[in-house]
């Protein structure tokens, strides 16, 4: 150990970023592709009843035109391909924006215009877009993915009857759509029965195991099919299923028999790649007087499709976070005609943003601090309550929160109500079998393989620090390779599952690899370290030598050379799931004459465990926090009530937040290692952060204005 | 977007001809709405006519008026020390429209021609009459939040974008203008057009018209102004009402008012006669009200533009009392 581990080293990719040396899926140039581009449905329900592709085989450069008459037939794969159907397979019409034509053409130009020149005539029906159409049609769907929409604990009903305080309120949220910065996209290379795509993926493995399924009618195996995906312009869940454009567009490669690219655009990724649903919930809280809850009826719904029933918004927190012996959570769930939604970014936060408001309501009811409220009702057991009431310390001794006057619109600044509120920070983390394989080269210089990818927020570097750190060698003589599924299977970059699945077989990996050219020193007679016993050799900075003798000495390159071969191994290591926790505290400002809003300050403490590097968690952080205000102020996509069809579709009327709507964040980290990760103590930590941003907005806004929102997005009509 | 034909103009003459001989063609300046409307289908033409080299990107001033050459970008004219001292209203209105990178390329004379944002306009999978007559406005029906609750019809209900053209409503600029028939001035006044039946006209521009000039009045009047802009985020974003205001006191008295909205009506929207509620007497809370009662008496709101009514008052009461030094 050199001690890299948790250090704030610098982006290991950061150069080939900033550069343009990296290479994103789309920058691949392939010899002779061509481009597709597809022809989304006008019509929300209904279906195709003629469709003329005559005028737009006849544009310039067209190669191909397919429709649900001519498209080849895939089969239908199962999670985490998440619609319940495939566009281009028949003429039913699910939603608006749904695949109807692909047009295939020499270049993206003339594919999008020989796009605008087919003709589709439909047998349209009136669509519901919204929960509030058909709030009579809710019900409980089947579990999904094994896990029930309904949970009990002891007796809700007959606790909150009892209970001396209730707090008994509804709590909604807007479609939101994911929007990383790079679209999505997939360049599909067949050769022969062979498939390389290159993908815009946050799970590499994944996406393979979808597309050897759709292809498995026409005899492709799973280790036919290669997917390769080194960087991401951001995902924030959109980029974890494998979603119809990608199948589609190997299908029409396959037809054609020549490589085919496809880039969605901005307004096509809001109907083809998921989306966080529609939310209505209501939440019943029961407490004694001194604070202790005693009761939740938590009874949420989601918006679904008619042709799946994936409730991707649970209802965690209400379970987990808090020690109440009396919960009833139902997820309930409506259809309406929309296309599929799916997991986006801490897709807890939907919920938990009305636990925390709920929490909030509760506190000013009692007259007790909601801090304390919080504190009171931490599990009493298991050192994760313990290590979040940390967090509330550090976190509220930083902010001043002491200092908070806790009656609303008592705070002022000249013509500025000031508000502060808090929420805690919280999500699950999960696991995926990973592995990770190692090379030591005879020039003394590792390479690191694994299928998981980087998605923007620091895997590259983290892995080299791990490594480096576990093999005792300078961070620049490591080199750390993602993003194929032909290295080691590994994680998908989802779920804050990352680091908690690769961090462990990668450390491994290390570990195995000093070890064996350890051995490999002792046992050479040209070595000065020759007939030292191995477990007494150690590691640093690439120099290998006795413990306590720094001066007998032998280094990996010197070990490698005389060996002549190169050592490889593989690293693997279980771990098991779990969540991790933080506290945020956020100012806001309110000119009252104008009904104006700003967030001022963010202050926030987190235990995710050991920190593995303290700048990328921070990046971390700035990043949730900022997502959090813009699922608190602005977020929504706004669906035509009519029509079905989204009405903002791009990046300059769906707004998230400029750096002008988000002030400096200042984050704090326990960081003590967490026992029950194999992670070399480091929790799942990437979704956390964000997650009590919303409702500490809301809170806040409370305290400044007396006003209590229980809407997002907190937009100045509401708060006029 | 389909292929189009390209050509670079070298004077105004120049420009206006190649476009009279050229099907469907427009001119192209910084670009920054045009070629967004094309990609999104929302606009499309044969033929651009590039202006970007036209000697018409001088600010100049004389005695009567401010000059600004139509090719100006929105970022000079921003900066410009004069335009700051005299009309800062218009330096504030540009520096309030959309980002630094926009306000390098775009060019005043595209700025006044850019297209609404209505979501159902820029989206060619919607009906929309302004972009396709006869197909119907979902807006009025649908969702209205950034729409105008003055000046609408029944065919479109949708706001113009641009801060300047508000701004420029209240100096009474005009707009000067080289066809093919020669050259003409318009006052802003007569330069946007309401909707009625016809919302696919905006401007009173007619075919194969270039601007070439927008003047403003220099008067002590413009250098009492300011530009207040409210939206959902903090930069990057149109108005939901924005306010420009010119104010000349005589004491605590009204002399003299100028008074446009952004994000309320179908055109840049100066109301006369809330400026006359204010003119001649003493500036209070009481007269600033009953001006913003005035301005919103016809309002028609829409399902989910309501709050515009009360929002543009407090916006307008904003302005004037900081202008009038009202506490």
């Known amino acids: ?720 | 977007m389909r292929n189009f034909g390209y050509t670079v103009a070298r004077t105004p003459e120049d420009a206006v001809r190649i476009a009279a001989g050229t099907r469907n063609s427009t001119f192209v300046s910084g670009g920054t709405d045009l070629l967004n409307l094309m990609r999104d289908g929302a606009q499309a033409h044969d033929h651009l006519v590039d202006i970007n080299r036209l000697d018409l990107a001088g600010i100049a001033v004389d005695r009567q008026a401010l000059r600004i050459g139509a090719l100006a970008r929105m970022r000079h004219v921003a900066e410009h020390p004069l335009v700051r001292r005299e009309s800062p209203v218009l330096s504030e209105a540009l520096l309030a429209s959309a980002s630094p990178q926009v306000r390098n390329m775009a060019a005043i004379g595209g700025n006044l021609l850019q297209r609404t944002r209505c979501g159902y306009f820029r989206d060619a999978g919607s009906a929309c009459n302004k972009r396709v007559p006869g197909s119907g406005c979902p807006a009025i029906t649908g969702y209205n939040r950034g729409h105008a609750i003055l000046g609408g019809s029944d065919h479109c209900i949708a706001t113009h974008p641009s801060d300047l053209a508000v701004a420029l409503t209240a100096l009474d600029a005009t707009v000067h203008l080289l066809g093919p028939d020669g050259a003409r001035a318009v006052p802003i006044a007569d330069f946007y057009l309401l909707p009625g039946s016809t919302p696919e006209r905006e401007v009173a521009l007619r075919p194969g018209e270039l601007i070439t000039r927008v003047d403003v009045p220099r008067t002590s009047l413009a250098a009492q102004s300011r530009y207040l802009k409210l939206r959902d985020r903090a930069t990057f974003e149109f108005a939901v009402v924005s306010v420009a205001a010119a104010l000349q006191m005589t004491g605590r008295t009204v002399r003299d008012a100028r008074l446009a909205f952004g994000g309320i009506g179908t055109r840049p929207w100066r109301d006369t006669r809330a400026e006359a509620v204010l003119r001649g007497r003493p500036l209070t809370e009481t007269t600033i009200a009953e001006a913003g009662r005035v301005l919103v008496r016809d309002a028609k709101p829409h399902n989910d533009n309501r709050f515009k009514v009360e929002l543009v008052q407090r916006a307008l009461a904003r302005v004037l009392s900081e202008l009038g030094g009202v506490r």
Request: a neutral charge.
């Open chain 1, 1 to 720: 150990m050199t001690g890299l581990v948790g250090r704030g080293v610098a982006r290991v990719d950061g150069r080939a970023k900033v550069t343009g040396a990296a290479r994103y899926a789309a920058d691949n140039e392939v010899t002779g592709v061509l481009h597709g581009h597809l022809v989304l449905s006008t019509v929300a329900r209904g279906e195709i009843t003629e469709i003329d592709t005559s005028a737009a085989l006849a544009q310039p450069g067209v190669v191909a035109v397919y429709t649900h008459r001519d498209m080849p037939r895939l089969t239908l794969p199962s999670f985490p391909f998440l619609k319940g159907f495939l566009p281009l397979q028949d003429a039913r019409i699910h939603h608006n924006g749904q695949p109807v034509a692909y047009v295939v053409a020499e270049t993206l130009e003339q594919a999008q215009e020989a796009a605008n020149h087919v003709r589709v005539r439909y047998r349209a029906e009136r669509p519901t877009a919204h929960l509030a159409d058909a709030l009579g049609e809710a019900f409980l769907p089947r579990p999904f993915r094994d896990r029930p929409n309904e949970f009990t604990r002891g007796d809700a009903a007959a606790a909150l009857k009892a209970a001396e305080v209730r707090i008994e309120q509804d709590y909604t949220s807007p479609t939101m759509h994911h929007n990383p910065i790079e679209p999505h996209t997939s360049t599909a290379v067949w050769n022969g029965n062979s498939l390389t795509l290159y993908e815009s993926a946050q799970g590499i493995i994944f996406t393979r195991g979808v597309v050897a399924k759709a292809f498995e009618g026409f005899g492709v195996r799973l280790e036919d099919v290669r997917i390769i995906s080194p960087y991401l312009g951001g995902g924030f869940g959109a980029k974890g299923p494998t979603w119809p454009h990608t199948l589609i567009n190997a299908a029409a490669a396959r037809a054609i028999g020549r490589p085919v690219k496809v880039v969605l655009t901005r307004a096509q990724m809001f109907t083809m790649n998921g989306h966080r649903a529609e939310y209505r919930r209501s939440l019943r809280i029961g407490a004694t007087r001194q604070g202790v809850l005693t009761a939740i009826v938590d009874t949420s719904t989601g918006q679904l499709t008619r042709t799946e029933e994936s409730i991707f918004n649970t209802s965690d927190s209400t379970l987990n976070l808090y020690a109440c012996p009396n919960v009833h959570v139902r997820q309930m769930g409506i259809r309406l005609d929309l296309p599929s939604s799916s997991y986006m970014r801490s897709p807890e936060t939907t919920a938990h943003f009305g636990l925390e408001t709920a929490m909030d309501e509760l506190a000013h009811e009692l007259g007790i601090d909601p801090v304390e409220l919080r504190i009171r009702n931490l599990p009493a057991t298991g050192n994760t309550g313990n290590h979040l009431q940390e967090c509330y310390r550090m976190a509220a001794k930083a902010f001043g929160w002491a200092r908070r006057d806790p009656r609303p619109r008592s705070m002022r600044d000249g013509n500025e109500y000031v508000g502060w509120g808090v929420a805690t920070e919280t999500h699950t983390y999960s696991v995926f079998p990973s592995s990770a394989g190692l090379t030591v080269g005879v020039d003394g210089r590792a390479t690191l393989r694994a299928a998981t990818q980087e998605i923007g927020t620091g895997t590259y570097t983290v892995i080299t620090q791990v490594v480096a750190d576990g093999l005792g060698m300078p961070i620049e003589h490591v080199t750390t390779l993602l993003g194929d599924t032909t290295y080691p299977p590994a994680s998908l970059s989802a779920a804050s599952a990352t680091m908690a699945s690769v961090i462990g077989p990668a450390s491994h990996a290390a570990q195995s690899a000093r070890d064996a050219v350890i051995a490999l020193a002792v046992a050479d007679p040209r070595s000065p370290l020759h007939g030292v016993p191995a477990q007494d050799v150690v590691a640093e900075r690439g120099y290998l030598f006795p413990r306590g003798d720094r001066g007998r000495r032998d280094t990996y390159h010197g070990v490698m050379s005389r060996h002549g071969r190169p050592v490889e191994v593989t690293g693997s290591k279980q771990n098991t799931g779990g969540r991790s926790h933080g506290a945020v505290f956020v100012e806001v400002r309110f000119d009252p004459r104008l009904a104006a809003l700003r967030v001022s300050r963010v202050v926030a403490a987190y235990d995710p465990g050991r920190v593995l590097n303290h700048r990328t968690a921070h990046g971390q952080v700035i990043g949730g926090v900022t997502w959090g205000i813009g699922f608190a102020l602005m977020e929504h996509t706004v669906v035509d009530r009519n029509t079905a069809r989204v009405v903002n579709p791009n990046l300059s009327t769906y707004l998230v937040p400029v750096c002008a709507d988000t002030p400096s964040v200042e984050s704090f980290f326990v960081d003590r290692p967490a026992e029950d990760s194999t992670a070399l103590g480091a929790r799942g930590f990437g979704e956390t952060p964000g997650t009590g941003v919303p409702a500490a907005i809301s809170n806040a806004i409370f305290h400044a204005t007396g006003r209590r929102l229980r809407d997002v997005p907190f937009t100045q009509d509401k708060l006029l």
